[in-house]
């Protein structure tokens, strides 16, 4: 067993890091060769398509999981009625999609192909729940690893081959479309069925199931996304590609430690001494307090940091270094939110939290417009900022509200 798990943990962390390595050697190459303008409204689209996607697909590879993991009765029927529910879901969402990118000024044809995409990668983890219900990370982290190395490569070829950008987003959509279904083929024909009309009782339990599901899963969305959606509101051609770019540096680093918060969710769903809890509390609260060396060490080397980055990415981009050095000290801030998302999870207040984070949110939205709107220094940074000030602190009083 001790074996297994040290393998898995092996896949787990190798997967990790070569998603790590594309995904950033992509949004770099996407903003060397086709400028801080086009990345810009690629960022800002993904984010909006992630938003929109996070509510369409009601975390139902987590639903499924958590059922085969328990061996219900008719789990056999969960891949076939979990897909019909996601395709359900997207031809709603794509009739809705024109007047949400008419309002966030986006490119629709662009945020559709993302919110495919994402839609297709939802479906590729329903299929791959079937290994990781029963502890078999490896043959999902192959897949997933196998996916990753040749969407990179096959991007690169594209991006110097000239092609415009709509070509390598489809690109990644057929090799999303490919993967799954390879991941569905891939699971033992004895263990699925198939059935031409959805089974309603099944859809129903996993709707519900969803519904709630997705409520933390949407909220922790809107922390690592609404910045880069409302930056686009108010930010335009290459401004916005580098405002990007710093908010997604910040994104990567956030992510690389919210990976790791994400194993305390098991331990907090079995404790119910309250003094225990909030002894986890306070050893977070601290770990919080030591992400702050984390931005004052990328401050004092900005320079050099700077310099590489326009080695990199061009000129254009010279302002990435000096805008990721404020904007890093948002990181803290964010994990706190992460922390209060888990324990609300972990303990049952998810409608709450998932209600503050969308109220801190417009709230959010009303901060970019008074300091884009006022002749002040840095207005895009200082709403960053105080949006994660805001929303911090929010979801810090939600769970102390809730947690009586």
Known sequence: ?????KRNTIYISLMQFT???????LITIISREYGAETYGEYASSKSLSV??????????ALVVTKILAKNKENSKLMFSNSYYLIIRNFVIALIILFPLTFLFQRDFSMTALFLLGFVFNEMIHV????FQARGDF?????????????YGIGAWIIVYKGFSITVLISFQVFMLFSFFIFAHISIPKSDKLFETRP????TENLQDSGKKMVLTTFSSALISELDIVLLGLFYFGPALGVLAWSRRILEIIFQL????LDILFPELSRLNDKFEIQNIRRRLRKMCLLTFTIPIIFYFSKDIVGNIIVSLLGDTFSEV?????????????????????IFSRALGFEINITKIIISSSLLSYFVYFLFHSFSISNPAILSILVSQIIISFLTSYSFRSSYV
């Open 199 to 202: 089974n309603n009782p099944i």
């Open 19 to 25: 998603l790590l390595v594309v995904n950033f050697f």
């Open 321 to 341: 270094a000096l805008q990721t050095s404020m904007i890093l000290f948002c990181l803290p801030l964010m994990v706190w939110s992460r922390i209060n998302i």
């Open 138 to 150: 490896v043959t999902s982290s192959k897949q997933i690893f196998a996916r990753t190395l040749l």
């Open 1 to 5: 067993m001790i074996k297994n798990w």
């Open 127 to 130: 299929a791959l729940a079937y």
């Open 51 to 60: 938003l929109i996607g996070t509510a369409t697909v009601l975390s139902l």
């Open 257 to 260: 430690l919210a990976a790791s």
